[in-house]
């Protein structure tokens, strides 16, 4: 049971990036399950096909409207073992990259909003261009790779010269992974999965577009925020105990002094990391890091 503690513990108390990555997990394994007594019981097929038809996102207009929830199912949903591993391999490592300068509000609306980015420029490019028209009628989108696209052009434009450690390359700057990813699924298209890489596209897009926005100094999901995550839900942490804060008995000269002291070591730990990762940092460094991510 202690695996099946840990994991109701970070359901109840974990970040937000774990409850994504525990929900894509949970609804892969229920719906397997669903397919293997499927599969015991001689009707694989037409669980196949219900399965498509209620929780995959369809290229045909007439099929979607009859389905409107499929636009955003689609996200959460993949279509084998490997598929959900990498896409939450991905969420998690980049995830974690983002949460260093970002909050878990913005990572849940850059995922949901990159997944409809995506699926929409799927839908429009299979309806509008006569070579994917003649797939519109049996194409459908599943998996979570247009958000996870999302979070990683998110970041990646915001800081693009953040420095990661990979297997056998090294050391590489976080636009250089973007852009591979760019190219491959630009290359993509022309073979298999086609709908899938136009998919990445529009979630790149959107991550493009909302760290330009950030470095800009505006958000262009916080109306999306504002609308579908202002009440506690699945993603924001519940906590019984209430806190009151209270600004210290300083004066207004004092209280400005050591708020400008933190920031200016605040911003000097995270260009620290973006020359040479997170791995560089004292372990004084991340505990102030961890308790100014904290207090935000």
């Not at 577009?209 to 924001?236: E, H, M, Q, Y």
Request: a positive charge; hydrophobic letters at 50%; proline letters at 2%.
């Amino acid at each position: 049971m202690g695996i099946i503690d840990d994991i109701k513990y970070n359901i109840r108390i974990g970040n937000t990036l774990l409850r994504l990555i525990y929900l894509n997990v949970a609804l892969f394994i229920v719906v397997n399950l669903i397919s293997l007594l499927a599969t015991i019981f001689g009707f694989k097929e037409s669980w196949n096909l219900l399965a498509t038809r209620l929780l995959y996102m369809p290229s045909n207009l007439h099929e979607l409207l009859t389905h409107p929830w499929t636009i955003v199912t689609y996200m959460f949903m993949h279509a084998d073992i490997w598929h959900i591993l990498f896409n939450m391999l991905w969420l998690y490592w980049l995830g974690q990259i983002f949460l260093i300068y970002l909050n878990s509000r913005q990572l849940v609306t850059v995922y949901l909003l990159g997944g409809l980015t995506g699926g929409l420029l799927y839908l429009l490019i299979y309806n509008l261009f006569p070579n994917f028209e003649l797939f519109g009628y049996n194409s459908y989108l599943v998996g979570a790779s247009a958000s996870v696209m999302a979070v990683v052009f998110a970041i990646a434009t915001l800081i693009p010269n953040f420095v990661v450690h990979l297997f056998l390359l090294g050391s590489v700057r976080l636009k250089y992974i973007a852009l591979a990813t760019l190219i491959i699924d630009l290359i993509s298209i022309q073979y298999s999965n086609a709908g899938g890489h136009i998919a990445h596209l529009g979630g790149a897009l959107l991550g493009y577009l909302f760290g330009l926005g950030i470095r800009k100094g505006s958000d262009i999901t916080a109306w999306f925020a504002n609308i579908f995550l202002r009440k506690p839900n699945l993603f924001r942490r519940k906590s019984k105990i209430k806190l009151i804060y209270r600004r210290p008995n300083l004066s207004d000269f004092e209280y400005n002094r050591q708020k400008a002291e933190i920031q200016k070591e605040l911003d000097r730990i995270l260009d620290k990391i973006a020359q040479s990762g997170y791995d560089s940092l004292t372990r004084k460094e991340k505990d102030f890091l961890f308790k100014a991510g904290r207090k935000d």
